[in-house]
């Protein structure tokens, strides 16, 4: 029996890399991310993707969260991995790595390319889709997994998931926060999310 497709749904800066080696780990070929660059993203995701997931078992990162619902229908049986992460963490993860940088990706998935300067509208994206997903498989629980990596979740959670048995080696939990920006966009997060939400 072929293997599933396992396809990680995870917003970027959710555990993505984490959960890639950790699929490797497993036996898996994975690939991700990809057209990250493309400027014509948007009109190539899903071709890309159908061609991608030919080629190898497993998926993470983008564009694989945008295109989840087509590969469903393409691909049935298959396992999607919704990865979380708390919302301050991960808007204060996406700024420090990405910052001003804007690539089409981030443009498609956004409407704006860089986070720094866009963060309620980065926000508002993540949490949506977090519940956009959720609400899809509410009929089919058994098909999606959610899994917080950043919160210590790891190999106890994923092979029962996934039917595998639990590798002897450490889950690999990769690009733990380093501090590579200043204290004021944190304090500038905290800000945000404060006003967003209400709370003091």
């Not at 749904?9 to 490797?24: P, V």
């Not at 990809?34 to 497993?58: C, H, K, M, S, W």
């Not at 989840?68 to 049986?77: C, F, S, T």
């Not at 595998?164 to 966009?185: L, Y």
Request: glycine fraction near 10%; charged fraction near 30%.
């Amino acid at each position: 029996m072929a293997t599933s497709k396992v396809f990680g749904i995870g917003f970027h800066k959710t555990g993505t890399t984490s959960l890639e080696f950790a699929l490797r780990e497993l036996g898996y070929s994975v690939t991700g991310p990809n057209g990250v660059d493309d400027p014509d993203i948007a009109t190539n995701a899903l071709p890309l993707a159908y061609r991608l997931a030919e080629q190898f078992d497993a998926f993470q990162d983008n564009p694989w969260p945008v295109v989840y619902k087509e590969l469903d229908e393409r691909y049935p049986g298959s396992r999607f991995i919704l990865t979380l992460r708390p919302t301050e963490p991960w808007i204060r993860s996406v700024l420090g790595h990405f910052g001003r940088e804007t690539t089409p990706m981030r443009e498609w998935i956004y409407g704006a390319g860089c986070p720094e300067g866009h963060e309620e509208v980065y926000i508002s994206r993540y949490e949506a889709h977090s519940r956009e997903v959720l609400d899809y498989f509410r009929e089919r629980p058994d098909d999606l997994l959610r899994l917080r990596l950043t919160e210590g979740e790891g190999w106890e959670k994923l092979c029962p998931f996934l039917g595998k048995d639990i590798p002897s080696v450490p889950f690999p939990h990769e690009k733990k926060a380093g501090g590579r920006r200043t204290r004021s966009v944190i304090a500038g997060v905290r800000s945000l999310l404060s006003r967003l939400t209400g709370r003091a």
